[in-house]
């Protein structure tokens, strides 16, 4: 299987996905933008701006998607009272903490999901079956991917406030075994076609813990979906970044 394939021909952002999942990119990163979120949230980012203090915003942009998307009054998007409310309940929040308890579980699929429909990256590793989880993760939900729309808009409106002078972070990733990635070259510092979705840290120390490897990467920081302190209590792993893939220059060391 080819690079190429990792990459569909149509997405839902400024750039497509052959450019934004580049080592070029990695290298030379501009903003992405989700097609037509900044036009239908102006209202909020307005707000936010208002606010000086990281915790008041972070509430705030909670209660926005609360009335925004009917979280707390579900009959009201259209949830008929007698219906069973088990995945009409799943929302962001939900999506987001189960990703850290199973990544190839039905929340992990979602995830997945929607980074292969905005950016038009593919899932490289899924375990299990990726659409029946998919499926089965958005079905009776309550519009959960726009939902994740506004979780990344807000993630890069917070990270452009607290790194205003860089582009990137260095970021962490342990594991066992280096063959469910694929190796594209070897010069000195190799390249590796990420998963779309993938979880990194902050602490060298913290990624040692999960295996043998540790991958070492200068994420742009147009490509965090989301971090651990972003919103209260939002992901399990300490200094936990979800990364949004495609081919990466990266450090390996054992």
Request: charged share 25%.
């Given at each position: 299987m080819g690079k190429d394939s990792a990459f569909l021909p149509f997405n839902r952002c400024n750039l497509p996905a052959g450019l934004l999942?580049?080592?070029s990119f990695q290298q030379h990163p501009v903003s992405l933008q989700l097609d037509g979120l900044e036009a239908l949230h102006r209202s909020l980012f307005k707000h936010l701006h208002g606010l000086p203090d990281r915790a008041a915003r972070a509430q705030r942009?909670?209660?926005?998607?609360?009335v925004h998307f009917c979280l707390e009054a579900l009959e009201e998007a259209g949830l008929e009272a007698h219906k069973p409310?088990?995945?009409a309940n799943a929302n962001y929040l939900r999506v987001l903490r189960g990703w850290g308890f199973d990544?190839?579980?039905r929340e992990g699929a979602v995830l997945k999901g929607w980074v292969e429909s905005?950016?038009?990256l593919t899932v490289q590793y899924h375990q299990g079956n990726f659409e029946f989880d998919r499926c089965k993760g958005l079905y009776g939900t309550n519009a959960l991917e726009s939902q994740l729309d506004l979780v990344y808009t807000y993630c890069q409106y917070e990270l452009a406030l607290s790194y205003s002078l860089q582009s990137h972070l260095t970021l962490y990733r342990g594991v066992n075994a280096l063959d469910e990635y694929r190796i594209l070259k070897r010069d000195g510092k190799q390249a590796l076609l990420l998963?779309?979705?993938s979880s990194f840290t902050h602490s060298r120390e913290r990624a040692d813990e999960f295996g043998d490897y540790i991958i070492e990467?200068?994420?742009p920081l147009v490509k965090v979906l989301a971090y651990y302190d972003l919103l209260p209590k939002l992901l399990r792993g300490e200094g936990e970044y979800l990364v949004i893939g495609g081919v990466y220059e990266v450090g390996i060391a054992a």
């Open positions: 999942g580049s080592l942009f909670m209660d926005y998607m609360t409310r088990k995945r990544s190839n579980g905005r950016f038009g998963n779309n979705v990467v200068r994420v």
